[in-house]
């Protein structure tokens, strides 16, 4: 078992020779949660970047991140459509306001 920490959260990753037998809902939730975490902060350290600059600068972060789910629409990759929807809701739970 491989322990790692995220924005405070303790994750795991679990070798096949380490799995007993428990549910498969709370695997999907660990690994649910860690994916969560792992998008948010990477918005968040995109965002601190940004920090100080114009909202225009934002604004075309949160342009490329729609355009980055588009084209994974368009090219039918799958891979790449799951990491862009995962960036834009961190970046949606990271925008003040909107939840």
């Known amino acids: 078992m491989c322990l790692f920490s995220l924005n405070g959260l303790?994750?795991?990753q679990i070798s096949t020779q380490d799995?007993?037998?428990?549910s498969l809902k709370s695997d999907s939730f660990v690994a649910s949660l860690c994916l969560r975490i792992r998008y948010v902060g990477e918005i968040s350290g995109?965002?601190?970047?940004?920090?100080?600059?114009?909202?225009e600068e934002k604004e075309v972060l949160i342009e490329k991140l729609i355009r980055d789910v588009r084209k994974a629409c368009r090219d039918r990759d799958?891979?790449?459509?799951?990491?862009a929807l995962w960036r834009a809701?961190?970046?949606?739970?990271?925008t003040p306001g909107i939840h």
Request: charged fraction near 20%; aromatic fraction near 4%.
């Open 10 to 12: 303790l994750c795991f």
């Open 19 to 22: 799995k007993q037998p428990h």
């Open 46 to 55: 995109m965002l601190i970047q940004l920090e100080g600059k114009s909202e």
């Open 78 to 83: 799958n891979e790449a459509h799951r990491n």
């Open 89 to 94: 809701t961190a970046m949606l739970v990271n």
